[in-house]
C-alpha cells in the first residue's frame, strides 16, 4: 500500500521525478517492474481506445531504460477523434507518396504534412560524423566501431592533444550538464596550463588506463537496468 501510496504522489505531481519515488527503480528488477506496471495502468485508465493503450504502454524494456514520457495531456491527447496510432514496428514505413505515407501493410496515411521526429544519434553521433584521425592516420571511428573507448570521457589514447567535454564514458546526462561542463573544461584548462609550463607540447592517454576506465564503466553499467534499453 505504502508502494503504490508514493507511486500515487509522484504520479499526480507530474515530471521526471516520478523516477526518484524509489532509489532501486533503475537496479531492481522487481521495483522496476511493478513501477511499470502502475505506469501502464495509469495509460490504460486514460487512453479508452485498448489498441491505442496497448501500444503505449510497452513491456519489452524496463521503465526508465527509455526516456521517460513527461505527461502533459499526451496520452489524453489519443482521445481525440482526429488523433490516430499507428505502430510501425508491426506494420513499418514502405515509401512516401504525394498522398501519405505508405505502410508494408498497402496502407496509406493520408497527410497534409509530415514532421520527422527521429530522434538522434546521441554521444558519439556528433563525433563520429566529423574524419577525426589520430596516430598513424587511424580514424577514431575505426577505433569506436564496436563502441566508445575513452579516459574518463575526457581523452582517447592514440589521439594525443585532443579533449572532449561531456563525452561518452564521462557523467554526460546523469548529471547536471552544466556543472559537468564546467568541471570538464576547468580539468582541460589546468591541463593545459600545466603542459605550457613544463614545456610539454603533447599528452595523450595510456591504452592500459584507458581499458581500466571502459572496464570501470561496463561494470557499473551492468548494475541497472537502464542499458536494457539501448537501440
Not at 482521445?79 to 498497402?106: C, F, Q, W, Y
Not at 587511424?138 to 570521457?153: C, L, N, Q, S
Not at 548529471?175 to 570538464?184: A, F, G, K, L, W
Not at 553499467?221 to 537501440?231: P, Q, T
Request: hydrophobic share 40%; with cysteine; net charge negative.
Amino acid at each position: 500500500a505504502q508502494f503504490k501510496a508514493e507511486l500515487e504522489s509522484r504520479w499526480a505531481s507530474g515530471g521526471i521525478g516520478f523516477m526518484y519515488a524509489f532509489t532501486d527503480i533503475t537496479t531492481n528488477r522487481e521495483v522496476n517492474e511493478r513501477t511499470s506496471q502502475f505506469v501502464r495502468d495509469k495509460i490504460r485508465e486514460i487512453v479508452k481506445d485498448p489498441k491505442k493503450a496497448a501500444i503505449l504502454a510497452p513491456s519489452n524494456y524496463p521503465i526508465g531504460a527509455k526516456r521517460i514520457c513527461v505527461d502533459t495531456d499526451y496520452f489524453d491527447t489519443f482521445n481525440r477523434e482526429n488523433v490516430a496510432l499507428h505502430d510501425i514496428k508491426a506494420d513499418p514505413i514502405k515509401t512516401m507518396s504525394k498522398d501519405g505515407v505508405v505502410l508494408e501493410s498497402g496502407e496509406t496515411v493520408p497527410l497534409d504534412i509530415l514532421v520527422l521526429a527521429t530522434g538522434f544519434d546521441a554521444m558519439t553521433g556528433a563525433l563520429n560524423r566529423i574524419d577525426i584521425r589520430g596516430v598513424g592516420g587511424k580514424a577514431m571511428k575505426e577505433k569506436w566501431v564496436d563502441g566508445p573507448r575513452t579516459y574518463f570521457g575526457l581523452m582517447v589514447s592514440g589521439f594525443p592533444n585532443m579533449f572532449i567535454v561531456a563525452g561518452p564514458q564521462s557523467p554526460s546526462v546523469f548529471t547536471n550538464m552544466v556543472t559537468s561542463c564546467e568541471q570538464h573544461v576547468d580539468w582541460i584548462s589546468d591541463t593545459v596550463k600545466t603542459l605550457d609550463e613544463s614545456g610539454k607540447s603533447l599528452i595523450d592517454a595510456e591504452e592500459k588506463a584507458e581499458d581500466a576506465w571502459v572496464a570501470h564503466v561496463s561494470e557499473i553499467a551492468d548494475r541497472s537496468l537502464i542499458i536494457e534499453g539501448v537501440n
